[in-house]
């Protein structure tokens, strides 16, 4: 029986797998033709372990990105477009006083037509500095969206001029649906969440995951370890993990966390890191001794680090300044970790640090929605830097949106201008986990009569393990470097089982406004020189 059963289910498989080669075959040819049913639209009926791997395969978690088309307005502007299901799309704006109030309501017209299947449909994202809805189309003819009444004379006078942003999810509802599966266990805290952080970069990136021979940990004595050699972090899995893809994703950079070794005057190591959680569950500045810090990495941190030492140069080490470096370092201990700049050390230009679909409408719609559900925290993430770059004060995002429209600039302009250093927030000075190493540097004499045209704001994790501070010569390593390892790397990793790479390590001599207008985008990461 059991052999007979096996045969048979063999068979079915088999026959299924004919149907799903034959049902490829046809993908292009129903692009151009509508039939009544579209491949795609099918495999969902389909035995998981035969649809899965195809639908893995034709979307990815960037495909929750939803693409902007442009903007309905009033009059006789109208916005054309191709969608996913919908080949031939018109949009307009109609504005209408149906509520009876001051500045009335609107009416979004959306026809869409020739239809490449039957089953397929289109999913929908509209918005506007005050609201944001959502919607899919199934059936081909003209539909509406409502907006009964605009939210005052702000909001009427932003759509009258800029009207109703309109974004499409190219994947449709199917591979929306798909995309949210292969996000969700990039923050899981699990193997499947660390197998997923590691397929999304090296799709996405083209890093490379080489496992390094055990013990996966390093014999570090701290004797070799001096004041500013770098600690390069890559986490992998759980929130920090997921988060730290996403950055990695969109910065080009291939460690999402740093910390910073501080030698004290009577020899006692100690690190310094932004971003270490205090007993209220806050991300904070801290000073910890090497033991403590090393001993959480080693058995208490579940996001499973990978974790590279950088020691510096000889001549570089030689022009630190230790006390300076910890004058800093006390000066900004128990201060908010960097959330007010953390996404402009990313975005320095108009579109090229966007991964496709990404793009600054897209930034500002997601601003929107999580303004509207945790206002709290978008003041803390964007809105004070926002205001800042105006020249204004106390701005909400709606507010800071149609400013800009008033001075004739647009948001994608706002979103890259440079951070300063010296811009102090309503908790203090904003330093992330690397502008608080970097802003050490500068104190400490390192980037020497540069430091004053050098916003280290501006860097990425990336922009800071590519500059030239750190040691070139192997033989001058510490002797416990990569000593369970084949593969001799330039700078030493302490811990963790995938091996770090870090491209363009220790190539960059710092320049006047250095990093301040760079393209990140993937998966090449291009660097134009003194960007």
Known sequence: MAASSSSSSSSSLSSILSIVVLLILIVSTAESVKSPFHPRDLLP???????????????GAADLLPTFIGTASSGNDSVDWKGACFFENTAWLEFHNKSGSEFGGGTLHIKADKAHSWTCMDLYVFATPYRVTWTWYFISRQHTV???EWDGKAEYEYVKNKGVS???????????????????????????GESSNLAFLEKHMGANFEPRPEPWVTNVTTDQIQSGDLLAISKIRGRWGGFETLEKWVSGAYAG?????LRDSEGKL???????????????IAILPWEEWWAFEQTKDDSN????????????RAKFDV?????YARSMEGKPYGYHNLIFSWIDTVSENYPPPLDAHLVASFMTVWSQMQPEYAANMWNEALNKRLGTEGLDLSDVLVEVEKRGSSFDKLLAVPELDDWIYSDGKSTSCIAFILEMYKEAGLFGPLASSIQVTEFTIKDAYMLNFFENNASRLPTWCNDNDSVKLPYCQILG????????YNTMEPYSHMNEQCPTLPPKYNRPDNC
């Open 166 to 192: 309109i974004f499409l999810m190219h994947a449709g509802m199917l591979g929306t649906l798909q995309a949210l599966w292969d996000v969700f266990p990039l923050f899981s805290n699990t193997g499947w």
């Open 45 to 59: 009926h389909l035995p998981r372990q035969v649809s899965w791997p195809i639908l893995n395969s034709l979307y």
């Open 257 to 261: 966390h740093s910390a910073v070794a």
């Open 323 to 327: 006390a300076a470096a910890w004058k």
């Open 305 to 316: 680090p990978q974790i590279a030492l950088l020691p510096l140069h000889p001549d570089v």
């Open 270 to 284: 100690w690190v310094g890191e932004s971003g270490n959680e205090n007993d209220k569950g806050e991300d904070v």
């Open 497 to 504: 089982k995938y091996r770090m790479e870090l491209p363009g």
């Open 146 to 148: 409502e907006f009964p």
